[in-house]
C-alpha cells in the first residue's frame, strides 16, 4: 500500500547542531508538504514544495530549509538548531490536480537541548 | 481561506451522535467545507468535505446550512476510538496543492 513516513520518530539534540527530519512517500504526489505542532499555536506551515527543484516558505520558515531532488522525498533541514524548534512536526502530501485530501505522516518528535 | 469558528471542547456519550459545530460566516461561493481529525500523537486525518449539500461517508456526514455560513459535522454513533481534536478547514476545492490553514479545533471526548 502506498504510505507516507517519517524518521526518525523521536529525536534528541544539541543547540547549533545540523539535523535532518526525513519525509517519504509513495503515492507519486506532486505536493509535499511539513508542519510542526506546538501546544497552543496548533499545525503550522514551514515549507511547501509543488514538485522536482520546487520549494516555498510558509508561515513559519526561519531557520529551516527544504530540497526537493526527487518526487518522493521531502527532508527538512535545521540549520542550527534552537530550543525554539523543539516541536512535533509533520510531513504531508497530496496529489496536484483535483486533490482534494493532505496525507499526513506519522509525526517526528524534536526535542532541542 | 475563509475563517472558521469552533468550540474549544465538546463530549460526547459513547454510542450517541456526535454533533461538532462550525461556522464560517465569510465562505466564498467556490469554498468548500472540509473536516479533519487528529488522534492523541497522529496526523491528522481527512473526514469530509462539501459544498452546499449535505454529505456522507463512511466515517461521518456533513451538513451545511443553506446560507453556507455554518456547517456540522456528524458522526453517528461515537467511539472512544473518535476522541480526538477536529478542525473545520474552509478551501477551495481541487486546491490540492494548497496549504492547510489550520485553526485551533474542537476537542470531542467520548466518554464510555
Known amino acids: 500500500d502506498a504510505e507516507i513516513t517519517q524518521s526518525p520518530r523521536h529525536k534528541i539534540t544539541e543547540t547549533g547542531r545540523q539535523v535532518t527530519l526525513a519525509c517519504h512517500q509513495t503515492?507519486?504526489?506532486?505536493?509535499m508538504f511539513w508542519y510542526r505542532q506546538d501546544l497552543g499555536h496548533g499545525l503550522r506551515l514551514i515549507h511547501y514544495?509543488?514538485?522536482?527543484?520546487?520549494?516555498n516558505k510558509g508561515e513559519v520558515s526561519d531557520g529551516y530549509s527544504v530540497s526537493r531532488s526527487n518526487t518522493e522525498d521531502l527532508p527538512l533541514t535545521l540549520e542550527s538548531a534552537a530550543s525554539s524548534q523543539t516541536s512535533v512536526y509533520f510531513c504531508?502530501?497530496?496529489?496536484?490536480?483535483?486533490?482534494?485530501?493532505?496525507?499526513f505522516g506519522p509525526g517526528t518528535r524534536l526535542t532541542v537541548t | 481561506d475563509a475563517k472558521t469558528t469552533q468550540p474549544t471542547s465538546m463530549d460526547c456519550a459513547e454510542g450517541r451522535a456526535a454533533n461538532l459545530p462550525c461556522n464560517h460566516s465569510?465562505?466564498?461561493?467556490?469554498?468548500?467545507v472540509y473536516w479533519y481529525r487528529q488522534i492523541h500523537s497522529q496526523g491528522p486525518q481527512y473526514i469530509i468535505h462539501?459544498?452546499?449539500n449535505n454529505e456522507t461517508n463512511e466515517m461521518a456526514s456533513l451538513i451545511i446550512t443553506e446560507d453556507r455560513k455554518s456547517s456540522t459535522l456528524i458522526l453517528p454513533h461515537a467511539t472512544l476510538r473518535d476522541t480526538a481534536v477536529y478542525y473545520c478547514?474552509?478551501?477551495?476545492?481541487?486546491?490540492?496543492?494548497?496549504?492547510?490553514?489550520f485553526g485551533k479545533g474542537t476537542r470531542l471526548s467520548v466518554i464510555a
Open positions: 478547514i474552509v478551501r477551495v476545492a481541487g486546491s490540492g496543492n494548497t496549504p492547510l490553514v
Open positions: 504531508a502530501s497530496s496529489r496536484s490536480q483535483g486533490g482534494n485530501e493532505q496525507y
Open positions: 465569510t465562505i466564498s461561493g467556490n469554498e468548500y
Open positions: 514544495s509543488y514538485g522536482v527543484q520546487d520549494t
Open positions: 462539501g459544498l452546499k
Open positions: 503515492w507519486n504526489h506532486n505536493n
